[in-house]
T-cell receptor, first 114, second 117 residues
Framework: NAGVTQTPKFRVLKTGQSMTLLCAQD?????MYWYRQDPGMGLRLIHY???????AKGEVPDGYNVSRLKKQNFLLGLESAAPSQTSVYFC?????????????FGPGTRLTVT | AQKITQTQPGMFVQEKEAVTLDCTYD???????LFWYKQPSSGEMIFLIY??????QNATEGRYSLNFQKARKSANLVISASQLGDSAMYFC??????????????FGTGTLLAVQP
């Protein structure tokens, strides 16, 4: 099992450009999440999904959109990138619904917006 | 609102010594989960240990133990017999009540641990 994979690993964008980050998991997990990590701050939840076809806003959703068309994939889109979106983005997945719901993280995507 | 506080930005420990990383939390929920994750310099997030708010015994996983003091709202991570490979950033995190549609994690700002030979 590959676990949680993220594509791409690194990306540099110019202000105003758009891009999509892809997250894939092969653990048949129901729940998937997108976080961002900034220096001096912990991870903050951007959006999450509790199942195929569902999405919901997290703590810092502005400027991002997501889609979960297939259970194994969770896409994070930036329609018009801004320098404030320079960050490391982590995708995670979990089985969902249990008392102990460990989240499994991908390796991260380092995004720089100039 | 839930909040996690890690007051130690950085810690040093000698190899083979034990170290405690502090974590306090704030929540009005009665049921919740507490997690610790390790982030080495390579960047990935590695799950270490979990404590449920109703668990009466402190969680242990190998060299990791969680010192859970519910009344004080603290969930400190204890690493025994530190190894050089333990050098990393450590994050404390909390999840809201079990199950449901909101298994979202709230993270602290992390503690950078450096193990010295």
């Amino acid at each position: 099992n590959a676990g949680v994979t993220q594509t791409p690993k690194f990306r540099v964008l110019k202000t105003g450009q758009s891009m999509t980050l892809l997250c894939a998991q092969d653990m048949n997990h129901e729940y998937m999440y997108w976080y961002r990590q900034d220096p001096g701050m912990g991870l903050r939840l951007i959006h999450y999904s509790v199942g195929e076809g569902t999405t919901a806003k997290g703590e810092v959703p502005d400027g991002y959109n997501v889609s979960r068309l297939k259970k194994q994939n969770f896409l994070l889109g930036l329609e018009s990138a801004a320098p404030s979106q320079t960050s490391v983005y982590f995708c995670a997945s979990s089985g969902g619904g249990g008392q102990f719901d460990e989240q499994y993280f991908g390796p991260g995507t380092r995004l720089t917006v100039t | 609102a839930q909040k996690i506080t890690q007051t130690q930005p950085g810690m040093f420990v000698q190899e083979k010594e034990a170290v405690t990383l502090d974590c306090t939390y704030d929540t009005s929920d009665q049921s919740y989960g507490l997690f610790w994750y390790k982030q080495p310099s390579s960047g990935e997030m590695i799950f270490l240990i979990y404590q449920g708010s109703y668990d009466e015994q402190n969680a242990t996983e190998g060299r990791y133990s969680l010192n859970f003091q519910k009344a004080r709202k603290s969930a400190n991570l204890v690493i025994s017999a530190s190894q050089l490979g333990d050098s990393a950033m450590y994050f404390c995190a909390m999840s809201p009540p079990y199950g449901g549609a909101t298994n979202k994690l709230i993270f602290g700002t992390g503690t950078l641990l450096a193990v010295q030979p």
